[in-house]
């Protein structure tokens, strides 16, 4: 006589994968168990029992760690969007029925994208859907955001990318010019055509090297054979503007952050620096809640001017 135990553990098969996915994500049974509030050893049994279903090693097991093997990996890209839609059943549900009403909604940012690139599609989807919960999760750096994308954090990221990993997509909405900004009365507010070489000799403040917009004023200067002098190392656009104001140093930004209104001057470098683009990342294979489709749909017409001609591989 054949036994039962098939049978049980096809009528758990979503809780093994929930948990499966949660370790594949996480790196960690210990850590999957918290996402999934079992015991440690309830979720290696259901790993266990999905691993002698398939008849396959789902995981390669080194210490606290865990890593997936190939037959993991096919695993995961089949079962993770399974698991997500099953979680938010009931919101697709309400949703499909014109009801989008309710649910969370959690987006990745930086600062620079929260204060200029999202407010106007974040305030048109507030307005239509107040019951909505909004969570902005403000990150510093692409790898952040990514890491909140891949550890389920956050439904989507918004922002730039230099390059794009195989497990992500980019989707460009809306494109900047950089801009060299100098206060009111500087040496190079006077020259006709600026050149990286006129730039060269006074100090720049820059976000920190572990920002793409240092990395990006590092590859030019290198790309023309010439050094630049960082004068003062600052976060975010605002204090960047506030000390260029204040006459203590030059700087290269994008004019996403400029609104027009600032005591400074301004001038383009579109012929040595990229176009910067700002748009959707997603984890390649996500779910997408009800909540996150709208308001995706909403940036991308808020932006829709915008995207003709944007590049599919942007720079930052």
């Not at 994500?25 to 850590?31: L, Q, V, W």
């Not at 239509?128 to 989507?156: M, Y």
């Amino acid at each position: 006589m054949a036994s039962p135990a098939p049978i049980y553990y096809k009528q758990n098969r979503l809780k093994q994968l929930r948990a499966f996915c949660h370790a594949a994500r996480t790196g960690s049974i210990s850590e999957a168990a918290d996402k999934v509030f079992l015991s440690q050893p309830t979720v290696s049994l259901q790993i266990q029992a999905l691993e002698r279903e398939l008849e396959t090693v789902l995981f390669e097991r080194r210490g606290p760690k865990i890593r997936l093997t190939p037959e993991g990996k096919i695993l995961f890209k089949l079962a993770q969007p399974l698991v997500e839609g099953m979680d938010k059943l009931q919101e697709t549900f309400i949703a499909q029925q014109g009801l989008l009403e309710s649910g969370d909604l959690n987006i990745a940012a930086g600062e620079s994208t929260i204060l200029y690139v999202l407010p106007e599609p974040l305030k048109q989807f507030m307005e239509q859907h107040p019951k909505i919960r909004v969570k902005l999760h403000n990150v510093t750096g692409g790898r952040d955001g990514l890491s909140r994308l891949r550890a389920d954090e956050a439904d989507f990221a918004v922002g730039s990318m230099l390059e794009v990993p195989d497990d992500i997509i980019y989707k460009p909405l809306v494109t900047y010019s950089p801009e060299l900004i100098v206060p009111i009365g500087h040496p190079l507010a006077e020259i006709e055509t600026i050149t990286l070489k006129d730039i060269a000799p006074y100090g720049l403040i820059l976000p920190p090297p572990s920002l793409t917009t240092w990395r990006m004023v590092d590859l030019v200067f290198r790309q023309h054979e010439l050094k630049f002098k960082t004068g003062l190392e600052a976060g975010g656009w605002e204090v960047i503007k506030k000390y260029v104001e204040l006459g203590m140093g030059i700087s290269i930004v994008t004019d996403v952050c400029l609104t027009g209104e600032e005591r400074l001057i301004k001038i383009p470098l579109n012929e040595y620096f990229p176009k910067r683009t700002y748009g959707i990342v997603l984890r390649r294979g996500k779910y997408l809640s009800p909540q996150a489709k709208r308001f995706i749909d909403m940036m991308e017409a808020c932006y829709a001017d915008d995207t003709e001609g944007s590049e599919s591989d942007p720079l930052i």
